[in-house]
């Protein structure tokens, strides 16, 4: 298994030497040189199988230089009971990401994909506690340190920081949105006091972080010397991860792999439903990959009329799902390449486009009008639909919703098709948005023990204006 870029303009790579790095020389984005196909019959001889070992079974299929003995045992230290309790007794969390059905609408059943069970509650647990664990496997066996640089809108943030805290020959700068997040958010991250952790607040939205992040990648010199490496879903262990748990639904909600679903999926950066999109790829009997967006609805725009329309700062609006107020897609990269037939002349002219210009229009594009062959549907939510939507779910099905995973079930509902199940990817646990939660129901959400005064906690952070010169400044004089 060998990777390229999506700009086609740098050498290929092993899954160990893109794991650390994020973006390609080029500025592009790691795929695999083709997607391992999934037979329906190898697919039916997963059921039954441990989280972890089903993990192993997706994953062996893209890292062939991790020994198997080794991919295995970093799998099951990764997705067990007790890291992903949550509060629950470990004998209730075995099956790591339970499928809750909330019930039968419009001719068809529709459920919850349970992804917050993980140390901060949000679907990122799921691929960052293996991140943590692969990164310390592949320094310690390559005699490296890595200095990591992310950004953050919210859940990303916490979640590499609790799977790096303490992880030997990892520093961890993460840069987020200042007063751009919830306070539970910024409570979980800043309040880590950690050594190797680095909380940097930026005066400005999630997309100049993410702009930093990418402009610090792009420097090769000062990556290199540096050994700056990235957590964002940029980085292609982040995303192959997510595409696990995307079996998991299926084969909890499915008998046969005759059977067909459909996965609806909260998204801003494109890199929860590039992993669905992935796994479709792959073989996975996916019928539609339905994309909710917030007030930023750029990826639904893309997707009713082919105009891709990166948003400014100033235009970015902070919502009540503050995790995808995010305007520049960093992921959707990934799917324009193979929208393109993998063709990275064009994809990396476009993406220029976007720099120069703030997007591009594939409308008219003979590779738009294929676009059914992928299954993505679209739609938007705004804080009214969210209130009214977590309001409904509580009523009726007494279950209480974070407000990302509301939007999924507003727009999971405009896409129901009779006898094809619909998973509705659950994002964060409720207490997360608990602002939000009070004024839809009246009461709070109910918070995790662990969690119980994490708002009062002494907090660590440093404010810094948007200015990548001033990040590379910070960097340097905490690893020299």
Known sequence: ????????????????????????????????????KVAPAQLDSWRGLSYADLAFEVLSLYCPDIPESDLRALLRKTYTAAVYSNGRPEDKASDITPLHWLGEEGGTRIGLLSLSNGPTLAFKDMAMQLLGNLFEYALQRAGQHLNILGATSGDTGSAAEYAMRGKAGVRVFMLSPKGKMSAFQSAQMYSLQDPNIFNLAIDGVFDDCQDIVKAVSNDLEYKAKYQIGTVNSINWGRVLAQVVYYFQGYLLATQSSAEKVSFTVPSGNF????????????????????????????????????VYRARKSAETLHTSSPSMDISKASNFERFVFDLLSQDGKRTAALFKQVEDTGGFDLSSDPAYATMQQFGFASGRSTHSDRLKTIRDVDGKYGVMIDTHTADGVKV??????????????????????????????????????????IKSLPQRVEYIPADVTVVKQFIVRHVS
């Not at 390229?4 to 795929?31: C, H, K, M, V, W």
């Not at 990959?289 to 609805?297: F, I, Q």
């Open 271 to 306: 890199g929860n439903v590039c992993a669905g999109h992935i796994a479709r790829m792959m073989g996975l009997p996916i019928e539609r990959l339905v994309v909710a967006t917030n007030e930023n609805d750029v990826l639904d725009e893309f997707f009713r009329t082919g």
């Open 1 to 36: 298994m060998r990777y390229q870029s999506t700009r086609g303009n740098s050498p290929e790579q092993s899954f160990l030497e893109i794991l650390l790095g994020g973006l390609a020389p080029d500025g592009g984005l790691y795929l695999p040189m083709e997607y391992p």
């Open 412 to 453: 999971a509902r405009e896409y129901l098709q009779k006898n094809i199940p619909m998973l509705v990817l659950e994002t964060a646990l409720p207490i997360k948005f608990e602002e939000t939660i009070e004024e839809a129901l009246g009461r709070p959400a109910e918070c995790p023990p662990a969690f119980k005064d």
